[in-house]
């Protein structure tokens, strides 16, 4: 009788035991990798669930036993990626520090807006149309330009770290604040718009960071003299704008009056047409001292331009240009 008192005081200790000793106990129900995605006020139970269900812990109640053990703990909702066995410990320390997934979005010098709402939608993380329903919005830069119809050119190019639940406010916010950063690392007094409008116009004429400064020149004489700056990338910016951009640039797209055409309007278009990056902020407010008012590309693919300081000049450029292009086109290979 005793002994069978014994094992009834033993038993329960013993399962007791094991229970808690199970959280110190590395487990991987999965293979490769898995991820598990952590609303918003779930509850600890319910995390369980999730948790055992991908394989991450063993049994569900083994994460309710770890928030019993610490109950002032604050659980970060948010994906989560596992791609070892771990114990229940480490994952329920884990989502106690938040250490959820993220997701490295890159966006390149020269990106508009709907370049990174394509990217974020790719990514799976938002519609491309939620991002540009934020991104039309200037109100998170409009005390630092009140001009601005609209985010573009103040998305910084970066790479930011996103949740899968970061709302496109989110994104954007996290975006300014860079463009914010960087701008009051330049120590000036420009105006903010003006001086972005330019940097963008000349992140999209060139790639080549020696050639900024001299492409700025070429804007800026054209904008003293009164000439219209004649910008490509604005012409396809106001296709773009008005949804009829065909990947090519037609002789419509350039008569075409959308204001940001600057081929049919004189001076700056009315905002950004895309996101610079540092070389081209500094570029546009620190142009080359030349008299340039022309370039256009060469002709040997190096992305490298002639610049003239006259028509006739720029029109033996173009020319050039033109037979360096058809030669190109003989020289390729049939099919």
């Given at each position: 009788?005793?002994?069978?008192?014994?094992?009834l005081v033993?038993?329960?200790g013993?399962?007791?035991?094991?229970?808690?000793g199970?959280?110190?106990?590395?487990?991987?129900?999965?293979?490769?990798?898995?991820?598990?995605?952590i609303p918003?006020?779930?509850?600890?139970?319910?995390?369980?669930?999730?948790?055992?269900q991908?394989?991450?812990?063993?049994?569900?109640?083994?994460?309710?036993?770890?928030?019993?053990?610490?109950?002032?703990?604050?659980?970060?909702?948010?994906?989560?990626?596992?791609?070892?066995s771990?114990?229940?410990?480490?994952?329920?320390?884990?989502?106690?520090?938040g250490?959820?997934?993220?997701?490295?979005?890159?966006?390149?010098?020269g990106a508009?807006?709907?370049?990174?709402a394509?990217?974020?939608?790719?990514?799976?993380?938002?519609?491309?149309?939620?991002?540009?329903?934020?991104?039309r919005?200037?109100?998170l830069i409009?005390?630092?330009?009140?001009?601005?119809?609209?985010?573009?050119?103040?998305?910084?190019?970066?790479?930011?770290?996103?949740?899968?639940?970061a709302?496109?406010?989110?994104?954007?916010?996290q975006?300014?604040?860079?463009?914010?950063?960087?701008?009051?690392?330049?120590?000036?007094?420009?105006?903010?718009?003006?001086?972005?409008?330019?940097?963008?116009?000349i992140?999209?004429?060139?790639?080549?960071?020696?050639?900024?400064?001299?492409?700025a020149?070429?804007?800026?004489?054209?904008l003293?003299?009164?000439?219209?700056?004649?910008?490509?990338?604005?012409?396809?910016y106001?296709?773009?704008?008005?949804?009829?951009?065909?990947?090519?640039?037609?002789?419509?797209?350039?008569?075409?009056?959308?204001r940001?055409?600057?081929?049919?309007?004189?001076?700056?278009?009315?905002?950004?047409?895309?996101?610079?990056?540092?070389d081209?902020?500094?570029?546009?407010?620190?142009?080359?001292?030349?008299?340039?008012?022309?370039f256009?590309?060469?002709?040997?693919?190096?992305?490298?331009?002639?610049?003239?300081?006259?028509?006739?000049?720029?029109?033996?450029?173009?020319a050039?240009?033109?037979?360096?292009?058809?030669?190109?086109q003989?020289a390729?290979?049939?099919?």
């Amino acid at each position: 009788m005793r002994v069978a008192k014994s094992l009834l005081v033993l038993i329960p200790g013993a399962v007791a035991a094991l229970a808690l000793g199970s959280l110190w106990w590395p487990y991987s129900g999965f293979a490769g990798e898995t991820f598990v995605d952590i609303p918003a006020r779930t509850s600890s139970w319910e995390i369980g669930r999730l948790l055992a269900q991908a394989g991450v812990i063993r049994w569900r109640w083994q994460f309710w036993l770890a928030r019993a053990l610490q109950p002032g703990a604050k659980l970060h909702y948010g994906e989560y990626r596992f791609h070892a066995s771990a114990s229940t410990w480490v994952v329920f320390n884990r989502l106690a520090r938040g250490d959820v997934f993220y997701y490295a979005l890159t966006v390149p010098e020269g990106a508009n807006m709907f370049d990174v709402a394509a990217a974020v939608e790719q990514f799976g993380l938002m519609r491309a149309d939620e991002f540009l329903r934020e991104a039309r919005d200037p109100s998170l830069i409009r005390d630092l330009a009140p001009r601005a119809p609209s985010l573009e050119g103040y998305l910084f190019p970066d790479t930011y770290r996103v949740t899968r639940h970061a709302s496109a406010r989110d994104l954007c916010r996290q975006m300014t604040r860079r463009f914010r950063q960087v701008w009051a690392s330049l120590q000036t007094n420009a105006d903010v718009h003006e001086t972005v409008t330019l940097a963008s116009l000349i992140e999209k004429e060139t790639a080549l960071p020696h050639e900024r400064p001299l492409v700025a020149s070429v804007f800026r004489n054209r904008l003293r003299l009164g000439m219209p700056l004649e910008c490509d990338p604005t012409a396809i910016y106001a296709a773009l704008l008005e949804e009829r951009y065909r990947g090519v640039l037609y002789r419509s797209d350039l008569e075409s009056k959308q204001r940001y055409n600057t081929y049919q309007h004189a001076g700056l278009p009315p905002g950004p047409i895309a996101n610079p990056g540092l070389d081209a902020l500094e570029a546009a407010l620190r142009p080359a001292p030349t008299d340039y008012l022309y370039f256009v590309a060469l002709p040997d693919g190096s992305g490298a331009h002639q610049f003239s300081r006259d028509l006739a000049s720029h029109q033996r450029a173009v020319a050039r240009y033109r037979r360096g292009q058809k030669a190109n086109q003989r020289a390729k290979p049939p099919g």
